[in-house]
Nanobody
Framework: QVQLVESGGGLVQAGGSLRLSCAASGRTFSSYAMAWFRQAPGKEREFVAAISWTGGTTYYADSVKGRFTISRDNAKNTVYLQMNSLKPEDTAVYYC????????????????WGQGTQVTVSS
């Protein structure tokens, strides 16, 4: 069992930066692939970024490629999402997710989820 708690969301102006953190409980964090998804009002939850358990493989949605960076610190049981050059369309609730096994961008393959953290980008 893995419990996930996100933090770091907030209000930022367009062009600004935020770093989200996701703290995980459990002794086997280092064996889990981790991902970030987001959900804007009235829209479906969508993939943002994912990272393998070693950190050696990452995936990004085209909409965030070159602006967002996912990373992890297995010693701290934490995964991060560095978000730069933020745009109003990045406004959403951001969710951290985990799965045992290979990294994937597919939402339905993740079986552990955090409660989400709100990111609001003003124009």
């Amino acid at each position: 069992q893995v419990q996930l708690v996100e933090s770091g969301g907030g209000l930022v102006q367009a062009g600004g930066s935020l770093r989200l953190s996701c703290a995980a409980s459990g002794r086997t964090f280092s064996s889990y692939a981790m991902a970030w998804f987001r959900q804007a009002p009235g829209k479906e939850r969508e993939f943002v970024a994912a990272i393998s358990w070693t950190g050696g493989t990452t995936y990004y949605a085209d909409s965030v490629k070159g602006r967002f960076t996912i990373s992890r610190d297995n010693a701290k049981n934490t995964v991060y999402l560095q978000m730069n050059s933020l745009k109003p369309e990045d406004t959403a609730v951001y969710y951290c997710a985990a799965r045992a096994g290979l990294v994937t961008p597919r939402l339905y393959e993740y079986n552990y989820w955090g409660q989400g953290t709100q990111v609001t980008v003003s124009s």
